[in-house]
């Protein structure tokens, strides 16, 4: 009997195939677990418009110090950006997303998200996408068009910041024309001059107005592009088979904004709750009310849809805190979807 045929060598053998098939199946286990956990996974996009140095009245309009408490929020928490394209890869299996992310977008191509939101993202380790209404952008910077009163990006501006890779750019059509059937007309022109005028592949688009019925979403298919955000205010979940071309976003509202919040005694028929009151002396926002006590955070029922400055007032539960086991709280202020805190 050959050195191959002794019962040595055969056990040998034996040890060791059982042994890589083990690791082969405990790897497969694994890998099969890490896909499942990719399923179902919340991706909140956030919706911006307008970074400027103040703002007003605009509901659109994020001043450049409340968008860097953002985006030191979004770090404490563990969030880390990725871009639209990111999610089409994920589904083609060709990526692993990270436990939690978010995708950072901003409507319009104006300018002031260059000049002020794109060094706070590269301070911050952030990514985002900008879309551009194309029909608005002018060639050179004396020729330079307005949006609402707030000048957009150029073409050289635009070319220069796509390449630096911290603000991508997409399609926000050519004209954001109101009308769905306008807007189909004009998906391949807008991604043509911005493939034309940046050099890169364009695959990403935003829906005017958040409008999106389904020829409108068919032609943006045709036009080549792989996702499309809407403007229907909700946390995005991903799977293999969600929807690109119609991709929710939460609307990040701007404005000027000053919260006070204080903890009130109840009024008799409110028994023994724990009571807060809040106002907003500024532009009235969506907010929701969450108590912490320690490191336990209880949200109001419902979100308020405005806080303006008329006070409202804010209920727990007594038996709710007492079960905490805490004599020490506070009164935080969220957007309804818990991404961005407001305050303090």
Not at 63 to 75: K, M
Request: hydrophobic letters at 40%.
């Amino acid at each position: 009997m050959g050195p191959r045929g002794s019962p040595v060598i055969r056990h040998t053998l034996q040890v060791a195939t059982g042994t890589l098939v083990g690791v082969i199946v405990a790897a497969g286990g694994w890998v099969l677990g890490l896909d499942r956990a990719q399923q179902q996974r919340s991706v909140p996009v956030l919706m911006y418009h307008n970074i400027t140095e103040e703002a007003g009245d605009d509901v659109w309009a994020v001043e450049a110090e409340e968008f860097e408490r953002h985006l030191i929020w979004l770090r404490k928490q563990g969030y880390r950006s990725i871009r639209p394209s990111d999610l089409v890869q994920a589904a083609r299996r060709c990526r692993w997303l990270p436990r939690r992310p978010v995708i950072i977008t901003f409507d319009d191509g104006l300018e002031n998200v260059l000049r002020l939101a794109e060094p706070l993202l590269k301070k911050y380790g952030f990514t985002a996408t900008a879309y551009v209404i194309t029909g608005l952008v002018a060639g050179a910077g004396e020729n330079r068009r307005l949006y609402r009163n707030d000048p957009v990006m150029t073409w050289a501006e635009i070319a220069a910041m796509d390449r630096r890779g911290v603000i991508r750019v997409g399609s926000h059509s050519h004209t954001h024309s109101r009308f769905p059937n306008i807007v189909a007309t004009e998906a391949a022109k807008s991604r043509r001059l911005l493939r034309e005028h940046t050099g890169a592949e364009i695959r990403d688009f935003c829906y005017p107005y958040g409008a999106h019925p389904p020829a409108l979403v068919e032609a943006v298919r045709v036009a080549g592009f792989r996702t499309a955000m809407i403007c229907e205010d909700r946390v995005a979940v991903f799977s293999r088979k969600m929807d690109l071309l119609r991709i929710p976003r939460i609307s990040v509202y701007g404005g000027r904004h000053r919260f006070v919040v204080e903890r009130v005694p109840p009024l008799p028929e409110e028994g023994d709750a724990i009571v807060f009151s809040g106002r907003n002396d500024g532009l009235p926002v969506p907010i929701l009310p969450v108590l912490v006590i320690q490191d336990r955070r209880f949200p109001l029922a419902d979100p308020i849809e405005r806080l303006g400055p008329e006070p409202q007032r804010w209920r727990w539960p007594r038996a709710m805190v007492d079960e905490a086991g805490a004599t020490t709280m506070r009164l935080e202020l969220w957007d309804r979807h818990q991404v961005l805190r407001l305050y303090p």
